[in-house]
């Protein structure tokens, strides 16, 4: 077992890999009361096409099915639900399935050994049947449902489909109903042996708890089990235009203000004469936006002085393989002269000494805050490992290293030919 110390901000953690393939990260604090535990598999939304070792062709599953897994594998071969056990060691379970991450998790205060082995446990041993597979249909299109009622999801999922033609982020995680409808339990057992190797899966835990004690229990409970030899699935590789795929559309929906969301679709390649590092890029890009439309920027205090907004913009970075969405949102009865505020905007997205070093101050305030939660000090971490292989621990170094001039040069590089326009308007 490595231990791994977060440079500038006094943290550290543990890290261990098993024989089969397991990475073990573990962050104790003792002045915490409960432990949180995760375990994960590299396998979500955007994972509907890939080949298997030795398979002559690539295999296609609808969309949707790495959620529906999540879902599955909480069901037991005696007809309960995983979470029943949880419960009555007075502890709480859940899962999520995201873009490219599905994630099994427990908090507790007590009997920290029985919980963490349950959460390895059902993890590991799947049980699909036609039956239980068909219950689960029914539940998941009404999430489906709920979602396509929710103006505010809406507006993400809306703003997805207008923005790619190929890449699978344009798929909602959940899946659509006609593809609820296509998943067989053999698809399941499929993608489950696909994936759900320890090879392709993490544990992550974090609170209170003794790190020690919980790599001899991961060990232990790993010891009485075999696992066939992963066969590291190849992901079928989409070709995404620069392009957006709409510039425009428009949804009616049961609300009394329209709600907009102007999104600009920009190719990595952009940057390439910058020769800067891709975390590094991704910070100061995501920095200039929270300047220029977070909650203390000028055009949003302006916008709802004059009551142009009905509440602060909301402001999105989202960064892809290949491409970087630069997006931003409001709910206004103004839509047009709103939307125009933003454009402006966004054609100068240069920000001032002042603004860099204020910004700079509150990402390293936001940044060591996240150690006062456990479920932010594992969720961190877990985006890391998906995004960059393993936890950064030199963030605090990084944040402090970012310099005003390569902020300008950043800036004045974007450039922003492709945007979508996404409305909700009442019925």
Known sequence: MKEIVKTGIDEKYYYAKLNNGLSIYLAPNTQMKSFYATFSVRFGSIHT????????????????????????????????????????????????????????????????????????????????????????????????????????????????????????????????????????????????????????????????????????????????????????PVIKKFIEPNAVKYQETITPMNVSVPKVYLAYKLSNKQFNNLKINIIDLKVYITLIMYAKFGLTSNINQDLLYSQLISSPLSVLTFFTKDHIILGVSCTTKYTEEVIERIKKEMQNLVIGKDDFNRKIKTTISDYISIYDDIENVCLEMQSDIIKYGKPIDNFYEILHNLDYSTCTKVASSIVLNDYSLYKIVGF
Do not use: W
């Open 49 to 232: 096409e890939f080949r298997p070792r030795g398979a002559k062709k690539n295999i296609s599953v609808p969309p949707g099915i790495a959620h529906f897994l999540e879902h599955q594998l909480f069901e037991e071969k005696n007809g309960k639900s995983a979470h029943e056990y949880f419960s009555d060691l007075g502890s709480t379970s859940n899962a999520f399935t995201s873009y490219d991450v599905t994630c099994y998790e427990v908090i507790g205060n007590n009997f920290f050994k029985e919980n963490l082995e349950a959460l390895i446990n059902f993890v590991q041993n799947p049980h699909f049947s036609e039956k239980s597979v068909k219950k689960e249909k029914g539940i998941i299109k009404e999430e489906i449902k709920m979602l396509t009622n929710n103006p505010h999801a809406q507006m993400y999922l809306g703003m997805n489909k207008n923005l790619y033609f190929k890449d699978n982020h344009r798929h909602k995680v959940s899946g659509e109903i006609e593809d609820i409808d296509q998943i067989t339990h053999g698809d399941l057992q499929l993608c489950y042996d696909c994936f759900y190797h320890p090879e392709n899966m993490f544990i992550i835990i974090t609170g209170n708890f003794n790190h020690y004690e919980a790599l001899s229990i991961i060990k232990e409970n790993q010891s009485k089990k075999e696992f066939n030899s992963y066969n590291y």
